[in-house]
């Protein structure tokens, strides 16, 4: 009898297991193997928070890039857009004059629900403000079949040089969301727009 219970409870897990496999697609298996620590010469990179799918994945890296002054991976992740190359170049041009953050620390990521995509809780006194203005448009804009809206909350340390002079989004702590879409199913995920801090 006692092996009889054993043998049907060893069918009932593979069994289990046999069908959470053939029901789980590759995509919805999704475990963050990145960099959590990174310090290199002055600058350093944190991640806080884990992410918990591709998106967020892709979205941290463009921190992570930004702070390794990786400018060719930070590339591969962005959209085909000219202003995303001006973008780069710039940013890379800046960082060879000294003129960079030397800091993110991500404290927190999450994609947003479709019910977040237009209102953000409520802050400033108790009213309503956009999370993502406008983001129906650069979806339809890029014919994104897929894509996903990720909010993060950052601190951000600038250079001496940065400092100097007197940056727009100085340092501080910000929240920034990110549209990371794809416009066909054989495409990779990429950045689309960064949203305001």
């Known amino acids: 009898m006692k092996k009889l219970i054993t043998f049907t409870a060893i ?6 297991l ?3 496999t053939n029901n789980t697609k590759p995509e919805d298996v999704y475990t963050y193997n990145g960099e959590t620590n990174v310090n290199i010469d002055n600058r350093n990179f944190k991640l806080e928070d884990i992410p918990d ?10 921190f992570l ?3 390794t002054a990786d400018f060719d991976s930070m590339l591969d992740i962005l959209a085909n857009i000219e202003t995303h190359k001006i973008s780069i170049e710039n940013e890379e041009k800046h960082f060879n004059e000294d003129i960079y953050i030397r800091s993110y620390i991500i404290h927190e990521i999450s994609t947003l629900s479709k019910d977040e995509y237009d209102k953000k809780e409520l802050e400033n006194g108790g009213q309503n403000t956009l999370y993502y203005y406008g983001w129906h448009e650069i979806i339809e ?3 994104l079949v897929e894509y996903e ?3 993060v909350n950052f601190t ?8 100097e002079l007197i940056p727009q989004w100085g340092d501080g702590t910000y929240s920034r969301s990110f549209i990371v879409g794809k416009p066909s199913d054989d495409t990779e995920y990429k950045i689309y727009d960064f949203g305001m801090m």
């Open 141 to 143: 804009k890029h014919n």
């Open 65 to 67: 890039y930004s702070i």
């Open 149 to 151: 809206i990720i909010n």
């Open 156 to 163: 951000q340390k600038h250079s001496n040089k940065s400092k």
């Open 11 to 16: 069918t009932m897990i593979l069994t289990s």
């Open 53 to 62: 799918n591709l998106a967020e994945e892709i979205v941290v890296n463009n």
């Open 18 to 20: 046999f069908a959470y």
